[in-house]
């Protein structure tokens, strides 16, 4: 076999086979195929699209290139929820414990933030004490106990996607649905769920910006899942604006303890209970959708998801107390409130531009070596429909220094205030099976 061939067949449009993309995979990894004939090959999936056979194949091809995580030692359906990203997304923090209480296994690998804002293990780690490195032993041990338990992730997962993607980033093929799709699905593959829920964002603060793009790659990541075996479904939902009204790692903790009691932010309840009420029906403790959903808010209202969410800090080292007392979370030095400069209603709020704010005060990284602030971020005390009037505070932010003209600045270019009431967009757009 050539990889000359193969960049040659993929160009004209043809179908690569199994053992070509497994030739490929496998000698890209290795360091025998050179980047130049990869990012060839690159541009032609780039510009010619791939099967759906292919697309399965390729993930597989990159699962199978590294470590994969063995979770049959873990009683039950192990069901995984990954999302796409965005600004304020604490879903996880939330999900996790919720669906732990009505007795579904989560085994959950995230990672750290890269940008806007912090990753789970960010998020985890403003806890005191908590752990996110565990033997694997230990990590089943307390999903068997507790259904729930959180780590970092492994070194060498997906080492092919790796290489793929450092590649893509600089030969401007990174937008390829069948290239972020296998990315995405070879690392939710490889970490040994039996059934994966998609969190896919759409809007201003998503890597897909357009709900059509949105859909494509939905519907992509969910036949590669059905493909490779793993029954997956996907939910596309809004990040036109902020999700819930915390950007920071500490101040996002505290929502989810607010969430988890009930008391959250509308928005963030309501998404978490969708993709929640998801992964229970896939992991067969319901019998639809709508049985699922009501066994969450069961737990929530009798406050067993939160004791979940206690059970599972103290077992990886944290301070359990902080459900209790938030305040022993890390807090800024300053607290200052951003005024609108006008009556009218909130018709916009551009979530990048705001988790862009929330990253110059020092909530997120800029390269992977950077330090985060753990305390620092934004509350927004106003959402897209809101009214509002001169003076009246539209986000408090939360910093370790006192000049913040910078962060103001971008606050008040996210916020756009119109005189006509406006209509949020929806939060859900379609659920893709």
Excluded at 317 to 338: F, K, M, N, Q
């Amino acid at each position: 076999m050539r990889m000359v061939d193969i960049i040659e067949k993929k160009r004209d449009g043809l179908e690569l086979t199994k053992a070509e993309i497994e030739f490929v995979v496998d000698g890209y990894t290795k360091g025998d195929i050179p980047d130049y004939q990869m990012s060839a090959l690159a541009m032609a999936i780039y510009f010619q699209d791939m099967t759906t056979e292919e697309r399965v194949h390729l993930t597989m091809a990159m699962v199978e290139s590294g470590d994969q995580i063995d979770l049959s030692d873990i009683n039950g359906i192990k069901v995984d929820k990954h999302s796409t990203g965005g600004v304020g997304d604490t879903t996880t923090l939330i999900v996790a414990p919720l669906v732990a209480a009505v007795g579904v296994p989560v085994a959950k690998m995230s990672g750290r933030g890269l940008g806007h804002t912090g990753g789970t293990v960010d998020k985890l780690e403003s806890i005191k004490g908590f752990q996110v490195e565990l033997t694997s032993e230990t990590f089943n041990r307390l999903v068997n106990e507790n259904k729930i338990a959180v780590v970092g992730q492994s070194g060498n997962l997906t080492p092919a996607d790796k290489k793929l993607y450092g590649l893509r980033d600089v030969t401007a093929t990174v937008n390829s649905i069948p290239l972020i799709a296998s990315s995405i699905m070879s690392k939710k593959i490889a970490s040994g769920a039996d059934a994966i829920v998609l969190d896919v964002k759409t809007g201003a603060g998503a890597f897909m910006k357009d709900l059509e793009g949105a859909k494509q790659l939905a519907q992509a990541m969910v036949q590669i899942g059905n493909g490779a075996g793993r029954n997956t479904i996907a939910v596309i939902s809004d990040m036109s604006q902020p999700l819930g009204f915390a950007i920071g790692n500490a101040l996002e903790v505290k929502e989810a303890i607010d969430t988890l009691k009930g008391e959250g932010p509308a928005d963030l309840y309501e998404l978490c209970l969708t993709l929640g009420s998801q992964m229970v029906y896939l992991a067969k403790k319901a019998n639809s959708v709508e049985e699922a959903r009501e066994k969450l808010e069961e737990v929530i209202h009798s406050g067993k998801a939160l004791e979940i969410f206690k059970t599972f800090i103290a077992a990886q080292g944290g301070d359990s107390t902080v459900i209790d007392e938030p305040s022993r979370l890390p807090t800024a030095t300053y607290t200052v409130e951003v005024e609108a400069t006008d009556d009218g209603y909130i018709a916009d709020i551009i979530a990048d531009e705001i988790g862009v704010a929330a990253s110059i005060l020092g909530a997120g990284r800029a390269t992977k070596e950077s330090n985060i602030d753990l305390a620092v971020g934004l509350v927004l005390k106003k959402k897209v429909g809101d009214a509002v009037k001169k003076g009246e505070s539209l986000v408090t932010v939360h910093s370790n220094r006192k000049d913040i003209q910078d962060v103001i600045e971008k606050i008040h270019h996210a916020y756009q205030i119109t005189t006509n009431k406006v209509e949020p967009k929806p939060l859900v757009y379609d659920i893709i099976h």
